[in-house]
């Protein structure tokens, strides 16, 4: 029943900027937490970016190394979530997996629903 659909992966040059899109069904995202991670191959799965609801609004949260020029957001019309991605470097290249979650957290485990991945390359 519930499908997320990651998209905007590619190439790019180092320094760059690429917009990740999470379009889901089967949940409304902003009724949950929804999280960014990325696995470099060779390496875990690491937390990128989350955003989920408070009383005064959306809240996000950031991986130290991405904070500043990662930013998360959601389209609740379109029930998609955006990872807008800038001044990207080699060190960005990986799979980003998109996941939905009953509240905020930087564990994948907890996590309920994911989905298969985009590739983002950053190479000159």
């Known amino acids: 029943q519930v499908q997320l659909v990651e998209s905007g992966g590619g190439l790019v040059q180092p320094g760059g900027s690429l917009r990740l899109s999470c379009a889901a069904s089967?949940?409304?995202?902003?009724?949950?937490?929804m999280g960014w991670f990325r696995q470099a191959r060779g390496k875990e799965r690491e937390f990128v970016a989350a955003?989920?609801?408070?009383?005064?609004?959306?809240?996000?949260d950031y991986a130290d190394l991405v904070k500043g020029r990662f930013f998360i957001s959601r389209d609740n019309a379109k029930n998609t979530v955006y990872l807008q991605m800038t001044r990207l470097n080699d060190e960005d290249t990986a799979i980003y997996y998109c996941?939905?979650?009953?509240?905020?957290?930087?564990?994948?485990?907890?996590?309920?629903?994911w989905g298969t991945g985009t590739q983002v390359t950053v190479s000159s």
């Open positions: 996941g939905s979650a009953l509240v905020s957290s930087r564990r994948p485990s907890s996590y309920d629903y």
């Open positions: 089967g949940l409304t995202v902003s009724r949950r937490a």
């Open positions: 955003i989920s609801w408070s009383g005064s609004g959306a809240t996000t």
